[in-house]
């Protein structure tokens, strides 16, 4: 039976500089740490000094108590939920607009297409008038 390792400090610390999208170099830069430090730090062979915990939680939006521990802290995960909530109306609000985009394509392609038709009409019923005027003029000049 495998055991399954809980994830330490430093696969925490990566996977948050990580899901950043932050080199080693750019994101020990914002802390202003030497790359080599954050390395040491996120192979676990460092321990965090009190310091550079202040410098995570002033300079990130790390989440201190879920890269100690491994849990959000409630203030996080409540945040995180209204986020999701969030999210999802914005997906909702979308997927709206996306269906009223695509009605109002159908109502273009109807518009023009009835205009089309109206304009084909207009054209016979001139072509009609204009062929009614020039018989009324050849027979007036008889």
Request: glycine share 6%; aromatic share 2%.
């Amino acid at each position: 039976m495998t055991r399954k390792r809980k994830k330490t400090f430093g696969k925490r610390l990566r996977e948050f500089r990580k899901a950043q999208a932050h080199s080693e170099a750019a994101f020990a830069k914002g802390l202003g740490i030497r790359a080599t430090i954050l390395t040491g730090l996120e192979t676990d062979m460092l321990r965090p000094s009190d310091e550079i915990l202040i410098r995570l939680a002033t300079a990130t939006p790390a989440d201190l108590n879920e890269l100690l521990t491994g849990t959000p802290s409630p203030a996080a995960a409540a945040e995180v939920a209204a986020l999701r909530k969030i999210k999802h109306e914005a997906r909702t609000i979308l997927n709206g607009v996306r269906d009223r985009i695509g009605k109002l394509g159908r109502i273009k392609r109807t518009t023009k297409s009835l205009i089309d038709e109206i304009d084909q009409e207009t054209e016979t019923k001139l072509k009609r008038k204009a062929v009614s005027h020039d018989c009324k003029q050849r027979k007036s000049k008889r």
